[in-house]
């Protein structure tokens, strides 16, 4: 099963259900493999050591009728509690603001450049 591929890096996964038990929103913590790590900050042009950033914030997902709730924040809020001293990075498409603006009320910092990724635009953000 493709979709499937990597959770097994996944260090902490959170799911968010809304009242009615319907899985609202999922996010995660994981462990990229050290190819991947070192693809996306290469191609954003990030300069810092391997071993300060080796654990990404990814796979949130809000389901289209829960968004606009600011489940984002929260998931990823509490995920972040569970690594409170770790550097930790995310990627996030060019034109996704209201990712952007999650990450930055949550201590993230743009860095590097966007680069192309299949048939969209990423950027990297940093959280020591």
Request: charged letters at 25%; aromatic letters at 8%.
């Amino acid at each position: 099963m493709r979709g499937c591929l990597g959770v097994e890096r996944a260090r902490l996964l959170a799911f968010h259900y809304a009242g009615d038990g319907s899985l609202a929103a999922v996010a995660a913590l994981k462990v990229p493999s050290d190819q991947h790590w070192s693809d996306v900050f290469e191609k954003a042009s990030v300069s810092v050591g391997p071993a300060d950033y080796k654990i990404e914030l990814g796979w949130v997902y809000i389901v289209p009728s829960h968004r606009g709730k600011r489940l984002s924040e929260d998931i990823c809020r509490q995920l972040l509690a569970g690594e409170p001293r770790a550097g930790i990075y995310a990627t996030t498409r060019s034109n996704n603001v209201s990712m952007i603006e999650v990450l930055c009320a949550l201590g993230f910092a743009r860095v590097g450049k966007p680069f192309p990724r299949r048939d969209e635009e990423l950027m990297v953000f940093l959280r020591s």
